[in-house]
């Protein structure tokens, strides 16, 4: 047996040690060569290994993980193609400004440029998508650039990085006396080095700006964004509402900061909310296209906004009329410092608030005549409802509701209610659909001591429904409700002069088989499938599988034609 004195350890067994030592918990991946055995001993040495069927899904799961935990999501990719396919949870979690650290092997570094299996020049296909991408060209460069590209996915505007550790990297040695040293050393320049505050420029005199605007405005509102949720900002938020009196309107992910229950809430008052609004103080969320850059006709022309980001770059991109740079949490905070000195409130009976509140009193009485009936074929609202209903009932804390697709994300956006932060996961800034079977396994590590409940659409379900398959294996208290309408949008809507030509006799490029038997999948693999065509059925399912917390698929039959084509971005399409 090796004395201690010639025991080595190899790169792969590094990584896995310096990732644990770095404070990583979860890894999400797909394993093959050459990073096999850095998936085992990441796992050896603490780091438990999600493995997946597809990195696609891994990497939207190790991005979901981020926004939950605040902390980056790791994703383990092989070399090459898996490397590509890992490309979609980088950019997915730059693009929504979550933490992620993607790691994947490479081809040996003598066999670059020579055609080896599965070469990529890995950092040039990352580099477009990550805040930093950087190869380890020997063994002891490992610890530090764990430390450091951790570090950079949550410095400043949260983001992915990208970790490239050649295959003869990872079978490199060093004594396991220096590999300790080596980790050591990585884990104290990381704690000396400035850990980066958010910048915080002129945040006094921003601070004081801005409460001085929403003093003296007549129709204040509060923008909460899914920033707000990732900073934690919602204490701050709640007070701020509850002090002034001022209504707030959440972005998708934003929901829940602030629970939907509370009557100061705009959601059901949205558009009259942005077009009246005089001042709207902007926390964590970005000027896009989810709020329609800000501008008219949704926005008032003389709109003044007060923006709230950790970036720079946002801020000098949007020209508000107030830019404050920092953490949201810290920065609300002071915001109700400022506002302790000298409070001011509006009153209920304040007509902005009573314009808002009867607005969305109004609009949720209409919605709630629609959503009592018990339509059958189902539409989408009935059985939302019927969710919706489900899910208020299993009380705090409240399951993270996973939802994509076109017409059930759109219609489950108004109908499902967040009653508590980061309790809503969806398409996310760039609409991305595939996400929800990674994202369901994201949760149920970041929570457990949630139920996770995915709302999906048959279309978005199938980019990644072989992940029921990592439901079962690790046996995750996740419920995947797929709406069943027979393909994207639902049932064909062509024109006749679009069936023409050789192929009219096609399925539609929206069609999928009719009727298709999801909840089967889930059964394949050992766990809980059930087809529901009736409320009944559909609540039966519900309490079943809500209790047993185990993976369960419920494939909910809807009329095919109860949907608009492109949910409600038909002017997009
Ligand atoms: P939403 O989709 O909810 O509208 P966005 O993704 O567009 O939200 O915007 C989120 C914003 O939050 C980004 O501009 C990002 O820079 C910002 N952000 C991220 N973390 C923080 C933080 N800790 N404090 C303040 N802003 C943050």
């Known amino acids: 047996m090796a004395s201690n004195s010639t025991a080595t350890v190899d790169g792969s067994a590094l990584a896995g040690r310096a990732l644990a030592a ?30 997946f069927r597809n990195e696609q899904s891994a990497g939207y799961a190790a991005a ?9 999501g790791l994703l383990l990719t092989v070399s090459g193609p898996g490397c590509v396919h890992g490309l979609a949870g980088l950019s997915h979690a730059t693009a929504n400004a979550w933490p992620l650290l993607m790691v994947s092997g490479s081809c040996a570094q003598a066999d670059a440029g020579r055609g080896d299996f599965q070469e990529l020049d890995q950092i040039a296909a990352t580099k477009p998508f990550a805040k930093l991408a950087v190869k380890a060209t020997t063994i002891a460069d490992i610890p530090s650039l764990v430390f450091q590209a951790l570090a950079a996915a949550v410095s400043g505007r949260p983001g992915g990085c990208y970790l ?27 704690a000396a080095s400035d850990p980066s505050p958010p910048k915080q420029k002129n945040l006094d005199e921003g601070i004081e700006k801005a409460v001085d605007l929403l003093r003296r405005a007549e129709r204040p509102l509060v923008v909460i964004g899914k920033g707000a949720a990732y900073a934690r900002a919602e204490e701050a938020i709640r007070k701020l509402v509850d002090i002034t009196g001022i ?101 209920r009976s304040h007509p902005w608030v009573e314009a808002i509140t009867k607005k969305a009193k109004d609009n949720v ?47 489950g956006r108004a109908v499902l209610v967040q009653n508590e932060p980061r309790t809503r996961l969806d398409a996310g800034t760039w609409g991305t659909m595939g996400v929800g079977l990674g994202y369901c396994v994201a949760a149920a590590m970041a929570a457990p001591e949630r139920l996770v409940v995915a709302v999906e659409g048959d279309s978005a379900f ?112």
């Open 22 to 51: 770095a404070g990583v918990r979860h890894m999400f991946g797909v394993v093959g060569i050459p990073v096999t055995s850095l998936a085992s001993r990441a796992a050896a040495a603490g780091v438990r290994f999600l493995a």
């Open 64 to 72: 979901a993980y981020g926004f939950l935990t605040d902390s980056p």
């Open 164 to 190: 490239d550790i050649p295959s003869d990297v990872l079978h490199q040695t060093l004594p396991e006396s220096e590999a300790a040293a080596v980790i050591a050393a990585a884990a104290a320049d990381s």
């Open 247 to 347: 209504p707030f309107l959440p972005t998708p992910m934003g929901k829940g900061v602030v629970p939907d229950a509370h009557p100061l809430s705009a959601t059901a008052a949205r558009s009259l909310a942005i077009r009246q609004c005089d001042v709207a103080l902007v926390v964590g969320a970005r000027l896009n296209w989810l709020l329609h850059f800000g501008e008219p006709p949704k926005w008032s022309k003389d709109v003044k906004f007060i923006l709230v980001d950790v970036c720079e770059e946002e801020i000098e991109l949007r020209k508000p009329h107030v830019g404050i740079v920092g953490d949201a949490k810290r920065v609300m905070e002071l915001i109700n410092r400022e506002i302790k000195d000298n409070p001011f409130c509006l009153a």
């Open 365 to 411: 009485l209409k919605m709630e005549a629609q959503l009592v009936k018990d339509v059958v074929p189902f539409n989408f609202m009935t059985p939302l409802r019927i969710i919706r209903d489900a899910i208020l009932a299993e009380g705090t804390p409240a399951p993270i509701v996973v939802s994509e697709g076109a017409n059930t994300m759109d219609v």
């Open 462 to 573: 199938g980019f990644s429904a072989m992940e029921v398959e990592t439901l079962v294996r690790y046996q995750l208290p996740v419920v995947v409700i797929v709406f069943n309408n027979n393909g994207v949008y639902g049932g064909d809507r062509r024109s006749p002069d679009e069936i023409t030509g050789p192929y009219k006799y096609d399925p539609a490029p929206t069609s999928f088989v009719p009727a298709a038997g999801y909840h089967k999948m889930m059964e394949a693999f050992g766990g809980k499938g059930y087809l529901v065509e009736t409320p009944d059925e559909l609540k039966s399912a519900l309490l079943e599988s809500f209790r047993a917390r185990k993976p369960s698929v419920i494939n909910v039959i809807i009329d095919p034609y109860a949907g608009a084509e492109s949910g409600r971005m038909q002017h997009k399409n």
